[in-house]
Nanobody, 121 residues
Framework: VQLQASGGGLVQAGDSLRLSCEAS????????MGWFRQAPGKEREFVAA????????YFTDSVKGRLTISRDNAKNTVYLQMNSLKPEDTAVYYC???????????????WGQGTQVTVSS
């Protein structure tokens, strides 16, 4: 599976962005898809995930209520809709294909290349 993330950009606080991650490969539907982010000088952190059936989604506490995740298996694409963006959301966002269980992301099989999101105050 190869992952191509897009949709990042420079926005102002309070604005919205939608990130997309297009996957190639027939096994896309086998994976839980996730989004991670890495701010300068910080470790990469989990942001959100969605199961292959889109029946369940998970979010880190700092984004709950502002971000939503969805997927279109027919298009092999997962989306991260980001609303009410804050300067602390500034980071490189990565999509990932992997596994989620027990309220935690358990492992990543594939990473996308990252897309920069910058939120100005």
């Amino acid at each position: 599976v190869q992952l191509q993330a897009s949709g990042g950009g420079l926005v102002q606080a309070g604005d919205s962005l939608r990130l997309s991650c297009e996957a190639s490969g027939r096994t896309f539907r086998s994976y839980t898809m996730g989004w991670f982010r890495q701010a300068p000088g910080k470790e990469r952190e989990f942001v959100a995930a969605i199961t292959w059936s889109a029946g369940s989604s998970y979010f880190t506490d700092s984004v709950k209520g502002r971000l939503t995740i969805s997927r279109d298996n027919a298009k092999n694409t997962v989306y991260l809709q980001m609303n009410s963006l804050k300067p602390e959301d500034t980071a490189v966002y990565y999509c990932a294909a992997g596994y989620y269980s027990g309220s935690s992301w358990r492992g990543t099989s594939f990473w996308g290349q990252g897309t920069q999101v910058t939120v100005s105050s």
